[in-house]
């Protein structure tokens, strides 16, 4: 049995596998059967045979360039010529693997002269890229393909750090490894609840080999007058209510790493001084004349994104340049991460059973059902019981609205609407045995009620009172004509009220044009815009 790594290449091209199989001997290209080559020509043919065979790949190799028949491309919004679909083809195509397979690692093979537009490198920053100036020097391909399917490897979850398997996390997690071993400062940008604070002690601090403390400081929290005496620490007498001096988050992070969170709000001038201290590494107390030399690992957080406050002349640009911005990383939204959703969802359930206010429900119900203390678990309708846990079953309406909430509070949020979902249903469910009810196992549906009106309760209803229903945002982007600017910003528009309205065009026809019996009109503007309402209500 041939137990090498079966890679899966997606090119349109023979070079790269004739050479991928004279060179790399460690790996097996797979035969999907399309051609005598082992390769698929195009994204339509490799969906289509992974949708049959996925489980016989370990990793994709792509290529970005695919000169096919205008009926053999995937569509790429972004590249509004037939020559520039084909150029950029592999974006495509990495959006539809992400979409229906987003477990298996890519890596995608480019040339210099093949990169992607600006406004695509964030989506490719996730994606192990290799770029190939020669076709037939593959040893540098060697690395990325290992590491890809050493990531794919790893666990879901890392002692406390949920990773998942969404393919962002999968870059995130590797490259949080890499700085977590060097000195330099780290930029952690992301919505509140993303996990910014959590990694920075979990794992930028604890494998970083630092002996000394992890300090923290919110400067969110904070009067502005106070944040310098709190940064770099004050001696007595420095002003009125300094009757002691009291060292600052510099010094009683020295020998470890000082986590700033919401750098964002230090003023100008305060910036300033926290670049000297970066540069120069020493502090100097608030009314000290002395200077102590500290030696600290930086981490900064922002809930937005600095390169935008420096360009609004709020964060100096020289400090953002010292804070290293090469090692600036965005945590995405849970919103970005619907495949992570549900795993997210058990742990977080599995983890309430333990709290302080669940674990005596538990215990009392496992009691009264004649069972062993047994742990909480989350399973969906259908899904085999797990004879050694208690289970809260989940519907598919209540997995439907679930999948459909935008997470404004991101892992937060999810984390406490699981707890309270817990606590709910086990109170339910210990109030019906104690009235005499029998029951016929240890599993409780979720009820949908319940989880409306946690989910109403939440940030996003909040959000909701103040907001234009009408109001959605839209993402410009340079183009080659004014035309083809109005075009996409009016396609992203329509997108988003598409799944406002449920895919309902009447509700739209009412909200654009004032007249539901328009709908038709709506409808037509979709197919002048390219938007396939099937592609819409798939997604």
Sequence with gaps: MDDRPKLLLIDDGEIYAEAIARQLPEFQLLHPGFVEQPRVPDGLKALSWLAQHADLVDALLLDMRFDVPDADLLPLPEAQTPR?????????????????????????????????PRQLAAELASTSLTYLLDGDDLDALRIPISQALRDARRDTEEGEILWGRDPHLRAIRRRLGVLARGRLPVILEGETGTGKSFLAERLLHARSGRVGAFITLDLSTLPVDLIPAHLFGVTRGAYTGAVADRKGAFELADGGTLFIDEIQNASLEIQKRLLLVLQDRRVRPLGSHQERAVDVKVIVASSRPLAEEVAAGRFRPDLFMRLSPATRITLPPLRARPTDLLFLARRFVARAGDDLDVEPLRVAICAALGLPPSPLALAERGEAARPEALCLIAPPVVMARLMAHPWPGNLRELAMVMHNLVLFTLVGALDAIEEGLRLSGPRFQIDLGLVEGLLAGGLMASKAATEDAGLLKVKIAPRETLNQVSSEVERQYLVQLFEAAEGDFSEMAARLLGDPGRARAVRLRFNQLGLKVRDLRGR
């Design 84 to 116: 520039r679909q084909r150029r950029y083809q592999g974006v495509a195509i990495l959006r539809a693997l992400r979409e229906r397979h987003p477990h298996l690692p890519v890596v995608l093979l480019t040339g210099v002269a093949d990169l992607a």
